[in-house]
C-alpha cells in the first residue's frame, strides 16, 4: 500500500470489488438452482414515479439478471394507500418465490416508509432495515445486514485494513447508514466514535481516526487536515454539482494525506447493489434451510 508523501493514497476500486462479489453469487446462485430447482428472486416495490429512484430500481433488476436471479418489478402509483401497499408487503412475504423484499426509499409524501419497511418479512428484509434485522445485529445475532455498511468492511478488507483494534470514526447517525456501520465496526472489534451535528470538535476527533468514514451528504466536508496521516478514507456521501459527482470528501486533498481512499463516484456505490445480490442469494438459502 502506498504511503503519504510517495505516490498519495491507494485507491479503492470499488467496482473491481463489486465485480468480485457478484461473480462469487453468481456462481452462488447456479449452485442454488441445481439444488432447488429455481433461482432467487428479488421484489422490488417503488412507489410512484420518482426518477432517481426509477433508476437505482433499474439497476437492481439489471443485476439481477446478471447473476441470474429473478426480479420481480412492482410499481403501484403515486396515490396507492399505506394499506394497499401494506396488503402487497404482506403478500411478497408469502410468496416462496420471492426470496427478498426491497422498498424502495423515498416513498411519496404521506406514506410512512418506516412504517412499511418494517413490514417485510426479516427472513426476507435484504435491505436489513426491519427492526429485527437491526435488533440482531445491536445483538450481534445472525441476520441479513444494510447493504451500504456491509459494502464498506468488504472494501475495507480488500485492502487489508486492520480493523481490529482500529480506531474508527463514522461521520453520520442515520438508522439508513451510520448506526449500523457502527455496529459492523463493532463486530470487527474496532473502536469506534460516531460524530453528528452536536460533536464538539469534529475536525479533532476524525484526525485520530485510523479508518474515517463519512457519509452526511455535505460536499467535500472532510477537508486534508482532518485525516491522520496514514489513515484509510471511506467516503459514502455523494451529491451532484455543477462540476460533477463529489462526495464528502476533499478527495485530491485527502489523497495526499491517507494510505487508502475511495472515490466517488466508484467506490462505495457500486458495492451496495452487490450485497444487496449476496444478501438475496443468503435469505434464499435460509428460507430454504
Known amino acids: 500500500m502506498s504511503r503519504p508523501g510517495e505516490t498519495g493514497a491507494r485507491i479503492i476500486d ?25 433461482p432467487p428472486g428479488l421484489a422490488t416495490i417503488l ?16 443485476a439481477c439478471a446478471e447473476v441470474g436471479m429473478v426480479a420481480f418489478d412492482h410499481r403501484p402509483p403515486g396515490d396507492t394507500s399505506e394499506a394497499e401497499l ?15 423484499i426491497l422498498v424502495q426509499l423515498p416513498l411519496p409524501e404521506g406514506l410512512d416508509g ?6 417485510v418479512d426479516a427472513a426476507k428484509d435484504v ?19 444494510p447493504c451500504t455498511p456491509s459494502g464498506v468492511i468488504e472494501l475495507l478488507r480488500s485492502v487489508d485494513a486492520q480493523i481490529a483494534g482500529a480506531e474508527a470514526v463514522v461521520i453520520g447517525r442515520s438508522n439508513l447508514f451510520g448506526k449500523p456501520m457502527a455496529q459492523l465496526l463493532l463486530a470487527e472489534n474496532a473502536t469506534v466514535t460516531i460524530c453528528h451535528s452536536r ?3 469534529l475536525p479533532a476527533t476524525c484526525a485520530r481516526a485510523d479508518i474515517l468514514i463519512a457519509a452526511t451528504g455535505r460536499p467535500r466536508m472532510v477537508e486534508a487536515d482532518w485525516v491522520k496521516p496514514g489513515a484509510i478514507v471511506i467516503d459514502v456521501g455523494i451529491t451532484r454539482l455543477e462540476s460533477g459527482l463529489v462526495g ?23 458495492m ?18
Do not use: M, W
Open 114 to 119: 418506516t412504517a412499511l419497511t418494517g413490514l
Open 47 to 62: 412507489v410512484g414515479e420518482d426518477a432517481a429512484s426509477a433508476v437505482y430500481v433499474a439497476g437492481k433488476q439489471r
Open 86 to 100: 401494506a396488503g402487497l408487503i404482506g403478500e411478497l412475504n408469502d410468496d416462496p418465490a420471492v426470496s427478498g
Open 127 to 145: 435491505d436489513g432495515l426491519t427492526p429485527v434485522s437491526a435488533g440482531l445485529l445491536a445483538l450481534g445475532r445472525k441476520g441479513l445486514r
Open 272 to 289: 451496495t447493489i452487490a450485497c444487496l445480490l449476496r444478501n438475496t442469494l443468503l435469505a434464499a438459502q435460509a428460507q430454504l434451510g
Open 14 to 38: 470499488g467496482r473491481a470489488v463489486a465485480a468480485a462479489l457478484r461473480a462469487q453469487v453468481a456462481e452462488g446462485v447456479h449452485h442454488f438452482v441445481a439444488a432447488h430447482g429455481r
Open 248 to 270: 464528502d470528501v476533499d478527495f485530491e486533498a485527502v489523497r495526499e494525506r491517507a494510505s487508502a481512499i475511495t472515490p466517488v463516484p466508484g467506490g462505495v456505490g457500486p
Open 199 to 201: 460533536t464538539r470538535d
